[in-house]
Antibody, heavy 118, light 107 residues
Framework: QVQLVQSGAEMKKPGASVKVSCKAS????????MHWVRQAPGQSLEWMGW????????KYSQKFQGRVTITRDTSANTAYMELSSLTSEDTAVYYC???????????WGQGTLVTVSS | DIQMTQSPSSLSASVGDRVTITCRAS??????LAWFQQKPGQAPKSLIF???ALQSGVPSRFSGSGSGTDFTLTISSLQPEDFATYYC??????????FGQGTRLDI
């Protein structure tokens, strides 16, 4: 069965960076794209960016351009999202989500809580 | 950017009720519309893609309709496990996607 397992919760100080991983199993990793979406406390879902797992192409939300980097390691079936220059406004749960062609986004990771506090 | 507006923001209903949630896009998006369900403390769950197609395993009491700018999610007979927050999401200019602000469905 398809599973997306994310790394554990992180506590960071303002100005630091965080890197969240998303390990995929149960399907051919390079056959699907991966999105990253975040959710601040009590807020809606916010798209951050996307990676084509086959060729590594990326696209980022303008809001995060220059601060976010999404990568993947095909040998480890893992996607990564790194966010730099953290502020308290980046405190949120970060999700990876698989896009399976015609079926759209069909599976989500369990989420990773990132807390930014001095 | 395409903006997605859901209505209502919240609603209260009872088990067995039929409920409808509306999502409006700021410009035409064809049928590139998905719906997700999220329960407190959990990751979202994918319900519907391409405006009306059910993801595998989703009960048939869920249905979606619409195209262009106006879309609806209908739950034909509410079950206790359906009380959650629902989000619409457009993917017309993929891979850029945007979500609605959510509709909270309470007992």
């Amino acid at each position: 069965q398809v599973q997306l397992v994310q790394s554990g919760a992180e506590m960071k100080k303002p100005g630091a960076s965080v890197k969240v991983s998303c390990k995929a199993s149960g399907y051919t990793f390079t056959s699907c794209a991966m999105h990253w979406v975040r959710q601040a406390p009590g807020q809606s879902l916010e798209w951050m960016g996307w990676i084509n797992a086959a060729n590594g192409d990326t696209k980022y939300s303008q809001k995060f351009q220059g601060r976010v980097t999404i990568t993947r390691d095909t040998s480890a079936n893992t996607a990564y999202m790194e966010l730099s220059s953290l502020t308290s406004e980046d405190t949120a749960v970060y999700y990876c989500a698989r896009r399976s062609g015609y079926y759209g986004i069909d599976y989500w990771g369990q989420g990773t809580l990132v807390t930014v506090s001095s | 950017d395409i903006q997605m507006t859901q209505s209502p923001s919240s609603l209260s209903a009872s088990v067995g009720d039929r409920v409808t949630i509306t999502c409006r896009a700021s410009q035409g998006i064809g049928n590139y519309l998905a719906w997700f369900q999220q329960k407190p403390g959990q990751a979202p769950k994918s319900l519907i893609f391409a405006a009306s197609a059910l993801q595998s395993g989703v009960p048939s009491r869920f249905s979606g309709s619409g195209s262009g700018t106006d879309f609806t999610l209908t739950i034909s007979s509410l079950q206790p496990e359906d009380f959650a927050t629902y989000y619409c999401q457009q993917y017309n200019n993929y891979p850029l996607i945007t979500f609605g602000q959510g509709t909270r469905l309470d007992i």
